[in-house]
């Protein structure tokens, strides 16, 4: 006889997916909103409902079990079609437009334009999400992705928007204290993005003092932010030199916010992207919004 839908564990069912996707509790519990001990609680209500372990646990780390492996993959594709089908019932999909984007990104460059967008497709309402994490396209019900990478996007589609180089920004009144000469800068005034540490060959200070001709191990010194954004605000607010990554600090060099004291540029091997599924890229409103960000870099 089947089973009551009424005793299904679907709070643990969701927790389980979410953990085997990830192998990790704490990745599931960020996921889901929740901690790391409620996706514990509800992994092991599942089990006993299962009546078999679904991971093996170690000491820091997880792996599915036999039975694990089983129920992951159709457990995910279940979840997918149920989001597809409560997407088509309430028409949101048709309406809205969600795009994760980096948020430096997001808010520097995509908010500033996105005005012109809306303008020109008012149907379409779009839904920004900033996060430096990479998109699941299946599962985070996201559209679009505008990324900082190296384009390396299995099973997507990506089109590169714009190549990135760094070079040093801050304030007007402090670029007229330091002068033009760098080593002139305290190095307690550098100002360092921690989403640069993230792959070898992103922008640092010391590469770029290094093609400045001033060679000095600087990256252990000066404020440490999460992102490029807090670093670019701190540098806008006077205290200290930010390593800027073109296009991002277009606008803030326009206004007068930042300037640009030095004209040496590093290259970056990272640049920004537009990502989607590939069989979703004729889509109107995906279409409507890619020909609108090429757009956007073409006037640049």
């Given at each position: 006889?089947?089973?009551?839908i009424r005793?299904?564990?679907?709070?643990?069912l969701?927790s389980?997916?979410?953990?085997?996707?990830h192998l990790s509790?704490?990745?599931a519990?960020?996921?889901l909103?929740v901690t790391?001990a409620?996706?514990s609680?509800q992994?092991r209500r599942?089990?006993?409902?299962?009546?078999?372990p679904l991971?093996?646990?170690g000491?820091?780390?997880?792996?599915l079990?036999?039975?694990g492996r089983?129920?992951?993959p159709r457990?995910?594709a279940?979840?997918?079609e149920m989001?597809?089908?409560?997407?088509?019932?309430a028409?949101f999909d048709?309406t809205?437009?969600?795009?994760?984007a980096?948020?430096t990104f997001?808010s520097?460059?995509v908010?500033?334009?996105?005005?012109s967008?809306?303008?020109?497709?008012?149907h379409?309402r779009v839904?920004?999400?900033?996060t430096?994490?990479?998109?699941?396209?299946e599962?985070?019900?996201?559209?679009?992705?505008l990324?900082?990478?190296?384009?390396?996007?299995?099973?997507?589609h990506s089109?590169?928007?714009?190549q990135?180089t760094?070079f040093?920004?801050?304030?007007?009144?402090?670029?007229?204290?330091?002068?033009?000469d760098?080593?002139?800068?305290?190095?307690?005034l550098?100002?360092?993005?921690?989403?640069?540490?993230?792959?070898?060959?992103l922008?640092?200070?010391?590469?770029?003092f290094a093609?400045a001709?001033?060679p000095r191990?600087v990256?252990?010194v000066?404020?440490?932010f999460?992102?490029?954004?807090m670093?670019?605000s701190?540098?806008?607010?006077?205290?200290?030199f930010?390593l800027g990554l073109a296009?991002l600090?277009?606008?803030d060099l326009?206004?007068?916010?930042?300037?640009k004291?030095f004209a040496?540029?590093i290259?970056?091997p990272?640049?920004?992207?537009?990502?989607?599924r590939?069989?979703?890229?004729t889509e109107?409103?995906?279409a409507?919004?890619?020909?609108?960000i090429l757009?956007q870099?073409d006037?640049?």
């Open positions: 006889m089947a089973t009551p005793t299904l564990p679907l709070n643990a969701r389980f997916d979410a953990a085997a996707r509790f704490a990745a519990a960020a996921d909103g790391a409620a996706i609680v992994v599942l089990e006993e409902w299962v009546g078999v991971f093996i646990r000491n820091r780390s997880i792996a079990s036999a039975t089983t129920l992951a457990l995910t279940l979840f997918v989001e597809r089908l409560l997407s088509e019932v028409n048709a809205t437009l969600q795009v994760s980096m948020p997001a520097k460059w908010a500033p334009r996105l005005s967008f809306t303008l020109r497709h008012p379409i839904r920004i999400v900033g430096d994490r990479r998109s699941d396209f599962r985070d019900g996201v559209d679009v992705g990324r900082y990478g190296d384009g390396d996007y299995p099973e997507l089109e590169l928007i714009a990135a760094a040093p920004v801050c304030s007007p009144a402090l670029a007229a204290r330091c002068g033009a760098p080593a002139r800068i305290e190095p307690a550098l100002l360092h993005d921690e989403s640069s540490l993230v792959a070898p060959g922008p640092t200070w010391s590469a770029w093609q001709g001033v191990s990256d252990s000066g404020a440490l999460g992102n490029s954004h670093a670019l701190a540098a806008i607010a006077g205290q200290g930010a296009p600090v277009d606008s326009a206004a007068g916010h930042l300037v004291p040496l540029e290259s970056s990272f640049g920004f992207w537009f990502v989607c590939p069989d979703r890229l109107p409103k995906i409507a919004f890619r020909d609108w757009e870099v006037e640049q």
